[in-house]
């Protein structure tokens, strides 16, 4: 019974920062063996996992976005959270949060609990 939602924007302008939050209830983000993770989605380039944040605090970042991206975590409110500095039209995709497995690698089918998705338009 583990749920994920997001929530943020539904529009940002070009060069600005995006920042989405992921409320996660029926489990702890602190469980061991879970992974918090983002992945977006676009017509152009489908499904691309982000990174993650684990139940111990660590963070992965996909080489693509570690230069403008960094996660986060409130643990008192049971969220991680979602920074994407610089961002361009080509940044405008549907945004998922979702927990995977920790010992399992990061491909669709290891994500066990996804997120409604959130749109996201980067627009002037």
């Known amino acids: 019974q583990v749920q994920l939602q997001e929530s943020g924007p539904g529009l940002v302008k070009p060069s600005q920062t995006l920042s989405l939050t992921c409320t996660v209830s029926?489990?702890?983000?602190?469980?061991?063996?879970?992974?918090w993770s983002w992945i977006r989605q676009s017509p152009g380039k489908g499904l691309e996992y982000m990174g993650s944040?684990?139940?111990?605090?660590?963070?992965f970042y996909v080489p693509s976005f570690e230069s403008r991206t960094s996660f986060s975590r409130d643990t008192s409110k049971n969220q991680f959270t979602l920074q994407l500095d610089s961002v361009t039209p080509a940044d405008t995709a549907v945004y998922y949060c979702?927990?995977?497995?920790?010992?399992?690698?990061?491909?669709?089918?290891?994500?066990?609990?996804w997120g409604q998705g959130t749109q996201v338009t980067v627009s002037s």
């Open positions: 979702a927990r995977k497995p920790s010992f399992l690698v990061h491909v669709r089918s290891d994500f066990d609990s």
């Open positions: 029926g489990d702890s983000i602190t469980s061991n063996g879970y992974d």
């Open positions: 944040i684990a139940f111990s605090g660590r963070t």
